[in-house]
């Protein structure tokens, strides 16, 4: 289903992204990323430093509010900037969800574009990252 941009309005929410980042997940994103803090990959190390077990890193979660947007968005335009604020980790495997909505409708610089606000929520009704992402459609 493609998305009908004319349709958009301010408060519209995008359809919730259901995820479970697995412990492979992360071991891959560490060796793409060249980064291997134990805690992402050694349980016996993220306990150490007070986890309840590996963490999700950031940047794979800051990814993952990538692709809520992108499976949102599809071909209908794409994504002009996203920043994102780490509130608390996400434990490997357990469940998260990245939802959003349309904050704003505007033109800009001859271009229609709008801004989204989301938030990834952990398995506690928590929100472990709020992101704020401008898109513009083509």
Not at 80 to 88: C, L
Not at 108 to 117: F, Q
Request: net charge negative; aromatic share 8%; hydrophobic share 45%.
């Amino acid at each position: 289903m493609s998305l009908d941009v004319a349709q958009l309005k301010e408060g519209d929410e995008l359809p919730p992204l259901e995820l479970a980042p697995d412990l492979g997940q992360v071991i891959r994103y560490c060796g793409m990323a060249w980064a291997f803090p134990p805690f992402f990959y050694d349980i016996e190390a993220a306990r150490a430093q007070g986890m309840p077990g590996t963490i999700v890193p950031g940047p794979l979660k800051l990814g993952l509010v990538y692709r809520a947007i992108h499976e949102w968005l599809g071909d209908a335009g794409w994504v002009r900037q996203v920043r994102a604020a780490h509130r608390r980790p996400d434990i490997t495997g357990r469940p998260i969800v990245v939802v959003g909505n349309i904050a704003r409708l505007y033109e800009e610089d001859g271009a229609d574009r709008a801004d989204l606000e989301l938030l990834v929520i952990n398995e506690d009704n928590q929100p472990s990252v709020r992101a704020f992402a401008i898109v513009e459609f083509s």
